[in-house]
């Protein structure tokens, strides 16, 4: 049997921060996966240019069934902590809209960085290694795998969620904490894509490629990006973020022209006394497809000068208060991060080790903490495996 003082279940985001940072308290740290390359969510991840944090990080950029739990890993490690390493290790990179950080060159840089530290702080990351069970003992845990039996004082599950199962993702973190008697908040995909109904899927799916700045809403959150048609239904960076607010049965609201006060605008054009067709007027702001998808015709061919104060409002309320019910998500086939997880109402929020069971840790997305889009999802990885790394 190996013995070692940390064994940290995942190669990933969360596990390789914490186990460089109990390493670099001279702990014995062992780093297992499953998988045969470590890191592969963040190779894949801002399209391969890793969004690694956000200038600007809050709580309330964060959801959970605990609203206050992720302040203190969050104050403790922030995102100028993180961009401090980042700097230290010579990584150039960008700022995109919303305060996005990506990687200049690539998201190997980010994973290179973190092994170099893990390497100089002694971890072992071991890959290609199953668990088969553990259990508890007197002074710590067991692991039996496939290489072998583990022992340790400290075991860290750093598993990650349910996204993107052809990357590896397995529900054993969840597993894990339901064998320990943890309880678990129901897990649901986040920042997805949403599919239609049928009758709107036939409708709208001429109009896949289509990409178009709006305000999407429901009645407990709203967002301003871009929106996508895609084939299945609606995508782009205001979806994904919507969709991890959006239960089914509900209707969303899009505004697709939010800077704009239209009820107005076509009235002073109308009283121009230029002859303007209202679709001409239109296809200024909007794409002809999408203008002949959400309004008749009869009304698109219709003279400026022959509308109707009535007709102005209903062109306005459907192209700034369109209402639509989505049928479902992609599902974790498609989905950035995983909603729900294991109960911050059993972690300490200090050190991130469970209450009832001594030498538990569970960090980063396996935790009932998610993310917007954006980089926070990292940065919470980085700050609560940063926490937990300083106890285990």
């Known amino acids: 049997m190996t013995n070692t003082d940390v064994i940290i279940i995942g190669a990933g985001a969360s596990g390789l921060m914490c186990a460089l940072e109990a390493g670099k308290r001279g702990r014995r740290v062992l780093v297992i996966d499953h998988a045969n390359k470590a890191g592969k969510k963040i190779l894949m991840s801002g399209g391969g240019r890793c969004n690694f944090t956000n200038l600007t990080v809050e709580p309330e950029n964060f959801i959970s069934n605990n609203v206050h739990f992720c302040k203190s890993a969050l104050s403790r490690f922030s995102q100028w902590d993180f961009l401090a390493l980042v700097e230290r290790h010579h990584i ?9 950080l990506f990687c ?10 973190l092994l170099a530290e893990c390497a100089a702080a002694n971890v072992t990351v071991q890959l290609n290694t199953r668990i088969e069970s553990i259990s508890s003992v ?3 845990f067991t692991l039996e795998t496939n290489q072998g039996a583990l022992s340790c004082a400290s075991l860290v599950v750093a598993t990650g969620g349910l996204s993107i199962p052809k990357m590896g993702a397995t529900p054993l973190g969840y597993q894990i904490a339901q064998q320990f008697g943890i309880p678990i908040v129901p897990t649901r995909a986040g920042l997805v894509p949403l599919t239609l109904q049928p009758e709107d899927k036939e409708r709208f799916s001429p109009l896949s490629g289509i990409a178009v700045p709006c305000a999407i809403s429901n009645q407990r959150q709203s967002f301003a990006e871009a929106l996508l048609f895609t084939h299945r239904g609606l995508s782009g960076p205001v979806v994904l973020q919507i969709s991890s607010y959006w239960f089914a049965g509900e209707d969303l609201e899009i505004n697709l022209l939010p800077q704009l006060d239209l009820v107005d605008t076509l009235k002073d054009k109308r009283a121009d006394k230029v002859k303007n067709i209202l679709k001409t007027v239109l296809e200024s702001y909007l794409p002809k497809r999408l203008l002949s998808c959400l309004l008749p015709d009869e009304l698109l061919s219709c003279s400026l000068q022959d509308l109707s104060d009535r007709q102005i409002q209903l062109v306005a309320h459907q192209l700034q208060q369109w209402q639509i019910k989505p049928n479902a998500t992609e599902g974790y086939r498609t989905a950035e991060v995983t909603l729900g997880g294991v109960d911050c ?12 069971v001594p030498g538990l840790y569970f ?22 495996a940063w926490c937990a790394g300083q106890y285990v």
């Open 104 to 113: 200049n060159d690539s998201a190997k840089d980010i994973l290179t960085m």
């Open 345 to 356: 109402d059993a972690l300490s929020s200090k050190t991130m080790a469970s209450k009832q």
């Open 138 to 140: 007197s002074d710590g």
């Open 92 to 100: 150039n990179f960008h700022e995109r809209e919303y305060g996005q």
């Open 363 to 384: 960090i980063g997305e396996v935790v009932d903490v998610s993310g917007w889009l954006g980089g926070y999802n990292f940065q919470w990885a980085w700050s609560s």
